[in-house]
């Protein structure tokens, strides 16, 4: 298992640098991952993705639809590409620390 | 993205390499790009799957059991007791070469051992040695091998090297069925514990909660109430689909694609208006929450495994017959072995028409219909209300998905609803289309990123057919009638023709539809502007259009 490392931080995760284990996610594991996606300050309007993404983590078990993201934060699609290059599946989820999704998507 | 250009892509080399294709070195580091990762431990201790570890193709020690020659011969062995067509399949071909430049895989590659029949011979040249008398005598002088570790290796990366299509089948003159070779091939990887996550985590979820992607019921519940949310703000109808209802007539299954990822949702927003147009008394289900079945890519017993809940799901709920979405390879499944692997379903009734009274005979065993089959026939006995005009700002063609099309024959019916739905079809190239149809390159478990590279180049011959009527026709939307299709085809086509977007056939079905009661629309189910009303957009549809 990959381990990725930031400081003295040190977290499992996936070959594509997802995290192996969503629930040891805190704020300082959040930077340390934008920075494998080229986001070197988190601002508020990168935590809002953020944010929504754990809390519907949370309540949810999944990712959410990309169309409900964009309604609920506000952004549109080509925002969340701007905060996230990979995008909000690849990019905002790593973030967040949500678990890659798998199957006909 | 793949981090090759085009141009370097398309320098296929199609000589074969000077190497003697019987011994094997397949170098995975210099590969990357062509081949998926691991099952991880988690998802194969949940199924109960042999071998659960943390390796990489890379490793030089894949960690096999120490008798794994030993497990892979027996393996083979009882699969040659069980299933004559493989025993057949091993002995009767004469290497014609009729299916070597039909794979899109060697298309796309030139790699030899993806013509179909050499892909078979890496399987075939074990059975050989093992298992008939001229192979144990002759070994390779009759075309017999030995099970190396290193044959095993090549076994990994060709057989989740193919997507199980069944194209080359198509011009097989014996009829070998060359996905049941690769399906037979990932029996035998599967009980030394060589599989790939892509299929082994859906599998895994879709046995715990009854879809690929691990959706609970509550958040089922909240995503079908979302796309209705969005529904009535695009047509001002207002849609609640029951789940989990008991004594509905209907049980209507999709791919859980369909109501998670785009473009699958406008697909599933184009259903629920069909149903409500036509009064349909259906119910989703929570639990039956699922189309697809992975188990296809992994092993007969999975196969029967996940098969088993839909129809569990249509018992409890008393539903008198199932109607089947707009899936790929689960129609695969219920057509060719669902009767026999849950069967029979004797608890439900042959599937009629509850509008126009037709009786789907031909799902007289399986009593599930496909929505096309279902959809079409409303349109020829003239049951529903089409504004085709209202798709005019497409150009269409139609990718017939490769398991609705070969294992089902679903050619006629999504044609004649596209035609009828919207005013500018066109057809791909006749070798390309129907049952000759080219693989999108991700099916089977491949539509991964990491194994983007072969996607792109397995994806290459429908690809080229489309950048064809997209030059000649201006053709700007692919439609198909599955959803790792949906999955697939947009990175596709945003590599190979940039400018088509990719869709479900009933999403264009959706925006023709007039309801009764509805507000005018100014937009389609996406939020784009239609054509001749987009200089007055209403303020429902700028609310709408936020993507």
């Given at each position: 298992m990959p381990t990725f490392t930031y400081g003295d931080l040190s977290i499992e995760v996936d070959e594509d640098g997802f995290m192996q284990e969503p629930e040891q996610w805190n704020e300082e594991v959040a930077k340390a991952l934008a920075t494998t996606e080229g986001v070197d300050e988190l601002t508020d309007e990168h935590w809002k993705v953020v944010n929504y993404l754990r809390e519907y983590y949370l309540q949810f078990g999944v990712a959410p639809m990309i169309r409900k993201l964009c309604k609920e934060t506000g952004f549109n699609l080509k925002k969340i590409y701007e905060l996230f290059p990979s995008g909000p599946a690849k990019g905002a989820c790593k973030v967040a620390g949500l678990p890659k999704p798998t199957g006909c998507v | 993205m793949a981090e090759k250009s085009p141009q370097e892509l398309l320098q296929i080399d199609y000589r074969p390499p000077r190497r003697d294709w019987m011994d094997p070195s397949i170098d995975f580091e210099a590969r990357r790009g062509t081949w998926s990762y691991p099952a991880a431990p988690k998802n194969l201790e949940y199924l109960g799957f042999p071998n659960p570890r943390e390796w990489s193709p890379t490793d030089e020690d894949w960690k096999l059991p120490d008798n794994w020659q030993e497990i892979i011969h027996q393996g083979l062995k009882d699969r040659l007791e069980r299933f004559r067509s493989l025993k057949v399949f091993m002995d009767i071909c004469?290497?014609?070469?009729?299916?070597?430049?039909?794979?899109h895989f060697f298309i796309g590659s030139?790699?030899?051992?993806?013509?179909p029949v050499l892909r078979a011979e890496l399987l075939r040249s074990i059975y050989r040695r093992d298992f008939t008398t001229t192979g144990k005598i002759l070994g390779r002088l009759a075309g017999g091998r030995e099970l190396t570790a290193e044959v095993l290796k090549e076994w990994y990366y060709y057989f989740y090297q193919c997507t199980e299509c069944r194209r080359c089948s198509v011009f097989c003159p014996y009829g070998i069925d060359t996905a049941e070779i690769t399906m037979i091939a990932r029996e035998l990887l599967n009980l030394v514990g060589l599989n790939i996550n892509w299929v082994m985590e859906p599998v895994a979820n879709c046995d715990r909660t009854g879809n690929h992607l691990g959706i609970q019921p509550h958040t089922f519940k909240d995503n079908i109430e979302f796309l209705c949310d969005e529904l009535a703000d695009i047509t001002g109808i207002k849609i609640s689909p029951s789940i989990?209802?008991?004594?509905?007539e209907v049980l209507f299954i999709v791919p859980s694609a369909d109501y998670f990822a785009d473009p699958g949702i406008f697909t599933f927003m184009g259903y629920l208006l069909l149903f409500e147009h036509i009064g349909l008394d259906y119910t989703l289900s929570a639990y039956a929450s699922e189309g697809g079945n992975f188990g296809l890519f992994t092993s007969h017993e999975t196969i029967k495994r996940l098969n088993y809940k839909m129809y569990a799901e249509a018992k409890r709920l008393g539903v008198r017959w199932i109607l089947g979405g707009e899936c790929g390879h689960m129609w695969r499944v219920v057509h060719q072995y669902m009767d026999t692997l849950?069967?029979?379903?004797?608890?439900?009734?042959?599937?009629?028409?509850?509008?126009?009274?037709?009786?789907f005979e031909n799902a007289a065993s399986t009593k599930m219909t496909h929505i096309c089959e279902f959809t079409a026939d409303l349109i020829a006995n003239g049951k529903l209300r089409l504004d085709p005009s209202r798709n005019d700002h497409r150009r269409v063609t139609f990718h017939d998905s490769c398991n609705p099309a070969r294992?089902?024959?679903?050619?006629?019916e999504p044609r004649h609803i596209l035609r009828t739905v919207c005013n500018n079809f066109f057809e791909m190239p006749d070798n390309t289309i129907r049952e000759q149809t080219f693989c999108c390159g991700g099916g089977a478990g491949l539509g991964n990123d990491e194994n983007m590279e072969m996607r792109l180049r397995g994806g290459l011959p429908r690809a080229n057919a489309v950048k064809f009527v997209h030059e000649r026709h201006g053709v700007n939307l692919l439609t198909c009638i599955c959803a790792i299709d949906r999955a697939t085809l947009p990175p596709l086509v945003e590599y190979w023709v940039p400018g088509v977007e990719v869709s479900g056939v009933h999403e264009l079905v959706g925006n023709a539809l007039v309801m009764d009661?509805?507000?005018?629309?100014?937009?389609d189910l996406r939020g784009e502007p239609l054509e001749g009303v987009a200089d007055e957009p209403s303020p429902e549809a700028e609310e709408a259009s936020h993507v």
């Open positions: - | 004469v290497r014609c070469g009729a299916c070597a430049d039909k794979c030139g790699d030899p051992k993806n013509m989990n209802r008991k004594g509905a849950n069967g029979p379903a004797d608890f439900l009734e042959v599937p009629r028409s509850p509008v126009t009274g037709t009786v294992a089902m024959g679903i050619l006629e009661g509805e507000t005018r629309r100014t937009t």
